[in-house]
């Protein structure tokens, strides 16, 4: 048996490199297209950029093993079938299910060691890649928040930001600032040294400029209020309110590749182990239950102003919101950290059984029903994703929910192929008991006539 596992084995090793190296160039030119415009024509070193697409390549190598993985299994057990090579290994004895099992194991080392990559080599390699970006672009900071709006965006040491809706600007001639305005702004200021919570701002409109090439980034909000810890009592919270309020956002090592290759500011969900980020979701946790408190305690306070009262439930309400906003994002991070690499074991079972009832249809389609097959996968991921960042799905069901049921449909085709194969012998058996009995009675006729 063991050497029918490892023909098997073998079955995968040529489709899965080849499906890896396809995936992989693809995502690298994705990536050359993405960030074109930022180093294109800037006089950057080739070592710079170079170094640029290895640390891109963290991200790449996380998506490309899964969707290898896949291609690998029903490419395998297609040519498998197609060879009829799974038919005369069931005439033996062999079931189906025997025949995946070593392709389970498989992928089950593949998934742990894309955990283990996910969690310890990926968070660095997309820290150290944002930093070095950002050293590279020479752009409006507005141009890149304009494609993220509603979005939580870690561009800034030390400050989250999330803005409803950017409206580019063109700067006048002469003008040494370029600026755009912006609506709906939500800020997390952070300590740097830690252990403090963040302080919130929050802004009806404002504008955002870039200065000094870069090296500093200056925000002038409007209509807006201001939350920080009271440092005589850490429990509650001291709220200002302003019509105008200027943030200035000082970063003397942009622009400088060599520092920011050793920055070590702010890091953002994506640029985080599962560990730092749970103890992130859990800081939120906390958040929201002191915000909790708060609003309870404007509800039994009856001797506050009932407009006054109002406007500042609906206040802690908006910080709640936000509070869980940050901590479901986090917990989300943390899940797919898990689900993706599991989706190696996951694609097996529905590739295997597949591959087998794609008989005569060729590598092609094989090919193409792992490709639609995997879009419908991150598809799910990415709906989950923002499902559960509003709080409408909860985080885990968000990440885990896809493998599940393609899970399920992979072991439910599995047990398919194997029961068809059952009710065929099955089937197979009335015509050979008729055939025997024929024979029979033939010898039997044979024999009498032979007496008499």
Not at 221 to 235: A, F, H, I, T
Not at 350 to 367: C, D, E, H, K, Y
Not at 378 to 392: K, N, V
């Amino acid at each position: 048996m063991r050497t029918i596992w490892r023909a098997v084995l073998r079955e995968h090793i040529g489709p899965f490199f080849f499906a890896f190296a396809v995936v992989f160039f693809i995502l690298v030119l994705d990536l050359l297209i993405d960030v074109m415009d930022s180093i294109l024509g800037k006089g950057i070193a080739v070592g710079t950029v170079l170094q640029l697409f290895v640390l891109n390549f963290a991200w790449i190598i996380a998506l490309a093993v899964p969707m290898a993985v896949l291609v690998s299994v029903l490419m395998a057990f297609a040519r498998l079938a197609n060879d009829n090579e799974i038919t005369a290994l069931m005439a033996v004895g062999i079931s189906p299910s025997s025949l995946v099992f070593p392709s389970v194991v498989a992928g089950g080392f593949v998934a742990a060691g894309l955990m283990w990559f996910n969690n310890a080599v990926l968070p660095e390699s997309n820290f150290r890649a944002r930093v070095l970006l950002n050293a590279l672009r020479e752009q409006k900071p507005a141009i890149s928040l304009k494609n993220r709006e509603g979005q939580f965006i870690t561009d800034f040491p030390g400050y989250v930001l999330r803005v409803d809706r950017v409206m580019l600007e063109s700067p006048g001639a002469g003008e040494e600032a370029s600026g755009s305005r912006l609506e709906g702004i939500l800020i997390y200021q952070f300590d740097q040294a830690g252990g403090t919570r963040p302080t919130v701002v929050t802004a009806k409109s404002g504008t955002i400029e870039i200065w000094d090439g870069g090296a500093t980034v200056r925000l002038v909000l409007n209509d807006g209020e201001m939350s920080q810890v009271d440092s005589k009592n850490p429990e509650s919270d001291i709220r200002t309110q302003f019509k105008r309020q200027t943030i200035i956002i000082a970063d003397r090592q942009r622009g400088n590749p060599e520092q920011l290759r050793r920055a070590e500011g702010f890091r953002g969900d994506r640029e985080l182990s599962s560990a730092a980020m749970l103890e992130r979701a859990r800081m939120y946790d906390r958040q929201v239950e002191a915000v909790d408190a708060r609003i309870a305690s404007l509800v039994a306070d009856t001797g506050m102003a009932a407009d006054y009262r109002r406007q500042q439930i609906a206040s802690e309400e908006r910080v709640r919101q936000g509070y869980r906003q940050m901590a479901n994002q986090y917990r989300v991070e943390i899940h797919k950290k898990f689900s993706i690499p599991v989706a190696c074991i996951v694609f097996v079972l529905i590739g295997a059984p597949l591959g087998m009832m794609a008989r005569g249809t060729g590598r092609s389609v094989a090919i193409v029903a792992s490709l639609v097959l995997f879009l419908l996968y991150w598809a799910s991921l990415i709906a989950g994703e923002q499902l559960a960042d509003r709080g409408f799905l909860p985080p885990w069901l968000a990440m885990w929910g896809a493998n599940i049921i393609i899970g399920l449909w992979g072991i439910a085709l599995l047990f398919s192929v194997t029961w068809n194969v059952r009710m065929a012998s099955l089937m197979e058996l009335v015509p050979r008991a008729i055939e025997a009995r024929r024979s029979r009675k033939a010898s039997s006729s044979a024999a009498k006539g032979f007496v008499d």
